[in-house]
């Protein structure tokens, strides 16, 4: 069984410039969960989609970070524009059951200059 | 704020020592999620737990959730170097989906 997908592994912008991400659930996963992982911290939860609809996404900085879903596979993370409090480890994960275990892809480490 | 603290936030143990993680969280959980971190990668699930007082136990580690639904505890028994990471527990509040990620406790383990 395929992992959880993510690209690209590293990517290293400048303040105020735009970046995506890209993340591949496990296949038949519903539940689909984007963090933010901070040098020393533990996760921290910016959006959870059921499907292609939003669950949670009280701590998304909406202003610059968006989300989307769509066809209830797929999904993408983008920061516009970046800030330098922004460079950290963006971790998708996935889950059969909306509060059941996760399963974690690589990560993409950002730093922001 | 709602926030879910473990203790301690550093152990240093000699391999073949015990080790105990504790987590705390502020307001009751529906269940708990037990995470093992290491450098450099990504968190890994271990175990869930979701009935008040419930004991698991996986080879060397014993997993406890509190009779409140509020509090947590990892306990490795006889450490290996191949136990050294970060562990996290995390859950989400009861009559929410909303995951929280403890603070995690990094574990070195000294051959």
């Known amino acids: 069984e395929a992992g959880v997908a993510q690209s690209p592994r590293y990517k290293i912008i400048e303040k105020r410039q735009s970046v995506a991400f890209w993340c591949n659930p496990i296949s038949g996963h519903a539940t689909l969960y984007w963090y933010q992982q901070i040098l020393g911290q533990g996760p921290k939860l910016l959006i959870q989609f059921q499907n292609n609809g939003v669950v949670d996404d009280s701590q998304l900085p909406k202003d610059r970070f968006s989300a989307e879903r769509l066809k209830g596979v797929d999904s993408t993370l983008k920061i516009q524009p970046a800030k330098l409090e922004d460079s950290a480890v963006y971790l998708c994960?996935?889950?059969?059951?909306?509060?059941?275990?996760?399963?974690f892809g690589p990560g993409t480490r950002l730093t922001v200059t | 704020g709602q926030q879910v603290m473990q203790i301690p936030q550093y152990q240093h143990v000699q391999e073949g020592e015990d080790f105990t993680t504790y987590c705390n969280s502020s307001?009751?959980?529906?269940?708990i999620q037990w995470y093992k971190q290491r450098p450099g990668g990504h968190p890994v699930f271990l175990i869930q737990?979701?009935?008040?007082?419930e004991v698991k136990k996986q080879k060397r580690l014993t997993f406890q959730f509190g009779e409140a639904k509020k509090n947590s505890s990892l306990h490795i028994t006889a450490t290996q170097t191949t136990d050294v990471g970060t562990y996290f527990c995390a859950g989400p509040y009861t009559g929410t989906y909303k995951y929280i990620f403890g603070t995690g406790t990094r574990l070195k383990v000294l051959a």
């Open positions: 307001t009751t959980l529906s269940n």
């Open positions: 737990l979701v009935k008040s007082g």
């Open positions: 994960a996935s889950s059969f059951l909306l509060a059941g275990e996760q399963y």
